[in-house]
């Protein structure tokens, strides 16, 4: 049984930093292309981060570039999402998603989610 377990969500007030995790567990984390997505209330799951299993791929949203970093360390089985510079627009649940094979920015195109921690940046 696949899960994927997100953690490190919280209040933070603008400009600040919080890092998310993602423990994975029941595939083989090595080969699963990882990422991150974000639902703010009222609207759709949208694409925030994603990196290949191998680390040599890695895409991201243009509204978190320059501010968002994905990580992964296989040994682990987790990935991470490092937020600096957060703003009030980046409130959201924040989900962990792992496809098999390369990376991908869409919703359908991932197989397995996590339950979403909550991301809220106060102004």
């Known amino acids: 049984q696949v899960q994927l377990v997100e953690s490190g969500g919280g209040l933070v007030q603008a400009g600040g930093s919080l890092r998310l995790s993602c423990a994975a567990s029941?595939?083989?984390?090595?080969?699963?292309?990882m990422g991150w997505f974000r639902q703010a209330p009222g609207k759709e799951r949208e694409f925030v981060a994603a990196?290949?299993?191998?680390?040599?791929?890695?895409a991201y949203a243009d509204s978190v570039k320059g501010r968002f970093t994905i990580s992964r360390a296989n040994p682990k089985n987790t990935v991470y999402l490092q937020m600096n510079s957060l703003k009030p627009e980046d409130t959201a649940v924040y989900y962990c998603?792992?496809?098999?094979?390369?990376?991908?920015?869409?919703?359908?195109?991932?197989?397995?989610w996590g339950q979403g921690t909550q991301v809220t940046v106060s102004s």
């Open positions: 998603a792992g496809r098999p094979g390369g990376v991908a920015v869409t919703v359908n195109e991932y197989l397995y």
């Open positions: 029941g595939l083989i984390f090595s080969i699963y292309t």
């Open positions: 990196i290949h299993w191998s680390r040599s791929d890695t």
